[in-house]
């Protein structure tokens, strides 16, 4: 839902000079009027400085020098009305929403400090405004002065140029065509960025694709690479099974080799040493002769002649046994040559099986270079694969890209509006007594360069190019909708007939939704009554906002002598002073 601002009050107060200014506004239309730089401007600027506008800073400098702190009241309304209030003091920004803390930003005279940011994107979603434009290649929110721009025209370059009522958005990338496209609802709601994200990735893949799919189609081998390695798999299956078979059985046969070359081993390491140990016995006689180690003579004890004869008894046997052992000597060594046929035999079987899976061709494509062929398999699997994930991310991305309008429908979207600011310019401008051109161009909303017209010609025109403007966005659901200020509505050397017709106009074309605000200068000369144009050309319906009573020079700011006690109060406790 669009949100609609009201402005209720504005209140300025300065400590060090002890002066003031307050003045309320009617829901209609507000006319400040006074004397030549009585404060008019001033007023109008100090509002949009208020909502953190550093633009007006220069022109503010006099008045800023005093300390003055500002505040603005309005009336919120979207889904409901609610009353907000919004203050500065210098570098301090303070917005107090009804029945909400105050929020503070600290910081916030340099448009690209962090508290500057902050507060803009903060005031961005409290209107719903959302206008994005490209700056250092990339797209990121709008300044506040695009927030105001359509609403508010300045005196010294707004009756002059077209949408430069604030310094520097002309120097914006693409402006005039994202600024046109955001305010009639041909795009919204998006992040640029993103669109121009996807719209890459979405060309990325698009190119990925094609390329992989000119692979897949044109690499025939990769077709062949799937068919010839189903059959090989087949061919590997069907010699897997006998040979996990026969590989089984010559490692049994293996196994057994080895069991009996190790027994044979065994029994003659065996039959050695007992040969050792009995020599040795037979040369250790305990009665006579000596050790055949230490050379001493050996005891004739009875017990070590015993344990002697013992030794001797237990080798011979145990020499008796191997001798038994060894006549099997024959049966293992023909064990073991006849294991050595039988492996070797089974080593041909497998050798012979692999031999003739190794010469297995289809197509001229042998085993071994079915093994080579798995790479060009695998490939194709990938590209498969790669391609149905690209398929699916790319689906994803049209699908988003499906919200935001193709550049046809954009391009249609801007002739039409062209050409229904057209129909409402030209009437305005028939409205006002002014010269048709000669050429479609200064018509068309996208197409229409500076004017070629000068002095009152150029006002008239410019009131009408912003008033047309003013009203075709009051059908664009989601546009916020400020008060209209028109800063000096007659600016220049007017006659009474033309001043006349001006607020005739004025009347006759006002917003029906919003608040309208122009200031006009008193005159001595030729001088006719604010009450008298209010009354003769806006049927009495204009709040007077009179500055200096219409004598005085810099009267925006007049002597503080205790008015609005307690609202002053309320404000320096919200600010924190």
């Keep these: 839902m669009k949100a609609i601002i009201e402005y209720e009050n504005f209140f300025a107060f300065s400590e060090n000079s002890n002066k003031y200014f307050n003045t309320p506004f009617s829901k209609g239309m507000n006319i400040v009027h006074g004397k030549n730089t009585s404060g008019k401007s001033t007023l109008l600027q100090a509002m949009l400085y208020t909502f953190g506008i550093n633009d007006e800073k220069l022109k503010l400098s006099e008045l800023l020098n005093e300390r003055v702190i500002f505040r603005l009241d309005f009336i919120l309304k979207k889904e409901t009305n609610e009353k907000i209030s919004i203050l500065r003091d210098e570098d301090f920004l303070v917005i107090k929403r009804q029945d909400s803390p105050p929020i503070k930003f600290t ?3 340099g448009d690209s400090s962090v508290e500057h940011i902050k507060l803009k994107e903060y005031l961005g979603n409290m209107f719903g405004f959302d206008l994005y434009l490209e700056s250092s290649g990339k797209y990121s929110p709008a300044s506040i002065e695009a927030m105001f721009l359509p609403y508010y025209i300045a005196q010294d370059v707004g009756w002059v140029y077209k949408h430069k009522s604030f310094r520097g958005l002309d120097f914006v990338k693409n402006f005039k065509i994202d600024f046109f496209d955001y305010y009639l609802g041909i795009s919204n709601d998006f992040d640029r960025d993103e669109k121009k994200r996807l719209e890459k990735e979405k ?3 698009e190119s990925e694709n094609k390329f992989l799919s000119n692979i897949k189609d044109t690499k025939d081998e990769l077709k062949l690479s799937k068919m010839k390695d189903e ?6 299956i069907e010699y897997i099974e006998p040979y996990k078979i026969n590989k089984s ?14 027994k044979l081993a065994f029994l003659e390491q065996r039959k050695l040493i007992l040969n050792r140990i009995k020599r040795a016995l037979n040369k250790q006689k305990p009665v006579e002769g000596e050790c055949p180690a230490c050379k001493q003579n050996m005891p004739s004890d009875l017990v070590i002649i015993y344990s002697y004869l013992q030794d001797i008894n237990d080798t011979t046997a145990q020499l008796e046994e191997i001798k038994k052992e060894i006549d099997k000597l ?7 040559n006849s294991l050595i046929k039988k492996i070797s035999r089974k080593r041909e079987v497998v050798a012979k099986e692999y031999d003739e899976l190794t010469k297995y061709n289809v197509d001229n494509l042998t085993y071994n270079s079915w093994i080579e062929n798995k790479v060009n398999v695998q490939l194709s699997e990938k590209l498969l694969i790669k391609l149905g994930e690209n398929t699916l991310k790319l689906n994803e991305i049209i699908g988003q890209l499906s919200e935001f309008k193709t550049d046809e429908e954009v391009r249609k979207e801007r002739v039409r509006y062209s050409y229904l600011f057209k129909g409402l310019f030209e009437k305005s401008l028939s409205d006002l007594g002014v010269k048709k051109f000669e050429n479609n161009k200064f018509y068309l909303l996208y197409d229409i360069p500076a004017f070629p017209k000068q ?6 025109t410019l009131l009408s190019y912003c008033f047309s403007f003013n009203k075709l966005i009051e059908n664009t659901p989601y546009v916020h909708r400020f008060p209209f200020m028109l800063d000096a509505i007659f600016e220049g050397d007017l006659e009474e007939e033309n001043k006349e017709k001006i607020l005739e106009f004025i009347y006759k074309n006002k917003p029906n939704d ?7 200068a008193d005159s001595r000369q030729n001088y006719i009554p604010v009450e008298t144009y209010n009354q003769n050309c806006l049927h009495g319906e204009a709040k007077l906002i009179c500055l200096g009573e219409n004598n ?3 009267a925006f700011l007049s002597l503080y002598e205790g008015q609005h006690e307690e609202y002053l109060k309320e404000t320096l406790t919200v600010l924190g002073v």
Excluded at 231 to 236: A, I, L, M, N, T
Excluded at 455 to 460: I, M, R, S
């Design 203 to 205: 060309s990325d893949l």
């Design 455 to 460: 002095g009152v010609e150029l006002l008239k």
């Design 249 to 262: 059985e010559l490692i049994e046969l293996e196994k057994k080799y080895l069991d009996s070359c190790n």
């Design 231 to 236: 059959v090989f798999v087949v061919k590997s």
């Design 330 to 336: 024959k049966e293992v060594k023909g064990t073991i």
């Design 514 to 520: 919003t608040q309208i605000i122009f200031s006009i």
């Design 552 to 554: 005085k020079e810099r």
């Design 107 to 109: 910081g916030i005279s």
